[in-house]
């Protein structure tokens, strides 16, 4: 059964265009990290989902209780010839607080923790210079240092959310879309 995304028309999961490349991103509330990730030019399919815990099957009510150790993650489904992994580390990092630990604002709990969890050797090493690059700007205006967890997507399976959470803010428009950051932008890399 096909699972529409309401704003980009194509399959929440898959198949996708041959070459289509997937990152996860744990950027505190799904809702409005998912909203900002779908805008991008080039990113073929979003899905809000939970990952990086224990339980199997988990639902909303359970990973909000913090007992599974999931956090709330957007899956991003991209095309690299349209858009760069930069690009979409750039909406990560800078849509965020990567040093608040769990917690984004007044979302309180480890479901809300900053996360990124790669498919690949290219992402994972744009992912590691982009948060030492981060992190060194950030520390040097005051913040405390970056608490993001990175791992590779392979060490955890992908839940998808409920159906009511996909897309939330194009169902409910005037929805809570919380989300801290810290007003300091990625520095220009290179990425070839």
């Not at 990175?150 to 159906?163: G, V």
């Amino acid at each position: 059964m096909s699972e529409m995304h309401l704003v980009l028309n194509s399959d929440l999961r898959g198949p996708w265009p041959q070459g289509t490349e997937v990152i996860y991103f744990g950027m505190g509330c799904f809702w409005g990290a998912e909203k900002k990730l779908w805008v991008i030019p080039g990113v073929v399919s979003t899905a809000v989902g939970y990952m990086g815990g224990t339980a199997s099957d988990p639902t909303y009510p359970l990973v909000c209780t913090g007992s599974t150790g999931h956090s709330e993650i957007v899956l991003v489904a991209y095309d690299p010839a349209k858009t760069s992994v930069y690009n979409l580390l750039k909406c990560f990092w800078e849509n965020h607080d990567p040093t608040q630990g769990n917690r984004q604002g007044n979302d309180i709990g480890s479901q809300y923790r900053s996360a990124v969890y790669w498919t690949n050797s290219s992402q994972e090493d744009l992912v590691r210079q982009t948060r030492d690059a981060y992190n060194t700007i950030l520390v040097s205006k005051g913040f405390d240092p970056i608490t993001t967890e990175l791992a590779p997507a392979s060490d955890f399976k992908f839940w998808y959310a409920e159906e009511y959470h996909q897309q939330y803010l194009i169902k409910n428009p005037n929805g809570y879309d919380c989300h801290a950051h810290t007003g300091i932008l990625l520095p220009e890399m290179a990425t070839s």
